[in-house]
Nanobody, 113 residues
Framework: QVQLVESGGGLVQAGGSLRLSCAVSGSIFTITMAWYRQAPGKQRDLVASITNSGRTNYADSVKGRFTISRDNTRNTVYLQMISLKPEDTAVYYC????????WGKGTLVTVSS
């Protein structure tokens, strides 16, 4: 059974940093891994994605502040977030595209002003 387990969320002040991690359990070959986020009352949006060859893509709102990376040997994806803003407050979800599509349960990031 494939599971995506996120960690690293929490409460941080504006301007602070957090690092999210997502570990994929189960023997799957992940093609693309990504982070999405969903703020209260809003739709779930793509934050950043990375292919297994390292190609990255970012939402305009996080460019220059967030960095996505992955460790293929550990089937783990990371999201380094700096210069956090209150509008970054959301539940962050890990996503993996393999044969199939998989989602984590989410980790809450709260940025206080």
């Amino acid at each position: 059974q494939v599971q995506l387990v996120e960690s690293g969320g929490g409460l941080v002040q504006a301007g602070g940093s957090l690092r999210l991690s997502c570990a994929v359990s189960g023997s799957i070959f992940t093609i693309t891994m990504a982070w999405y986020r969903q703020a209260p009352g809003k739709q779930r949006d793509l934050v950043a994605s990375i292919t297994n060859s390292g190609r990255t893509n970012y939402a305009d709102s996080v460019k220059g502040r967030f960095t996505i990376s992955r460790d293929n040997t550990r089937n783990t994806v990371y999201l380094q977030m700096i210069s956090l803003k209150p509008e970054d407050t959301a539940v962050y979800y890990c996503y993996a595209e393999a044969p199939g599509h998989y989602w984590g349960k989410g980790t809450l990031v709260t940025v206080s002003s």
